[in-house]
């Protein structure tokens, strides 16, 4: 689906909210993000060495992204520059979970805590309702402070927990979290 182009102004910043455009430098944009993000948090799923995508495999994503009646990718700008995104995409391929989406989000490190994070989630939780789907689910690492209370107070609920489905290369554990959002 395509996010139609919303300009706000947030803690005296220019925010661009708007769909990922189909080309290779848009792309490259969005492979080296999710390398530098990856790195910036233990929040994320991947290590930065993990990330080995192509800007023309990336550019696929793109494409079926904003072609897809299913799923919505979001950008942000924050004073023109890149910031980070969030997605949501339905939950499988059958009627039966057709009423679900899962959503993810990242921000680079220096645009986090004034309010971004918010606003993306809110709108685009707002397209998820008009496309008609009835329930936002996340999963959330045990530890993320600051993803856990925006999630919650959004009203998404915790649901449930798989004990230590991170190892990380310290040899430490952590849980993942999962919440929902009825909406
Ligand atoms: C998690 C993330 C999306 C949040 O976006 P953001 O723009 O930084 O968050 P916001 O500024 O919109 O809101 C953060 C909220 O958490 C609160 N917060 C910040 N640090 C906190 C902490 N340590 N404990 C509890 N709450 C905290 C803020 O006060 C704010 O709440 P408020 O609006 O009620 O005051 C962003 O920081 C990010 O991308 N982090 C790295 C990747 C990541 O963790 N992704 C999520 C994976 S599930």
């Known amino acids: 689906m395509i996010f139609t182009d919303e300009e706000y102004l947030l803690d005296g910043k220019k925010i661009l909210l ?3 455009k189909e080309d290779l430098t848009e792309a490259q944009v969005l492979v080296d ?3 530098t993000v990856s790195g ?3 929040f994320l799923l991947a290590y930065p060495d993990e990330i080995n995508y192509t800007a023309e495999g990336e550019l696929g994503f793109i494409k ?12 942000a700008f ?16 059958c009627r039966r979970s057709s009423h679900r989406v899962d959503i993810g989000i990242a921000i680079f490190l220096k645009y986090a805590g004034f309010g971004l994070g918010r606003l993306m989630l809110e709108r685009m939780i707002a397209k ?46 952590r849980d993942d979290i999962h919440m929902v959002l009825k909406l």
């Open 18 to 20: 708007r769909s990922a």
């Open 128 to 173: 998820i309702k008009e496309a008609g789907f009835e329930q936002v689910e996340l999963t959330v690492i045990e530890g993320n402070e600051r993803a856990y209370h925006l999630y919650e107070s959004l009203g998404f609920k915790e649901c449930g927990k798989i004990p230590d489905a991170n190892k990380y290369d310290d040899g430490t554990y």
């Open 40 to 42: 910036e948090t233990d």
């Open 78 to 93: 924050v004073d023109d520059e890149y910031a980070g995104n969030c997605s949501f995409a339905q939950i499988g391929s």
């Open 64 to 75: 079926d992204m904003n072609e897809s009646d299913e799923k919505m990718l979001i950008l």
């Open 33 to 35: 993000y999710l390398k």
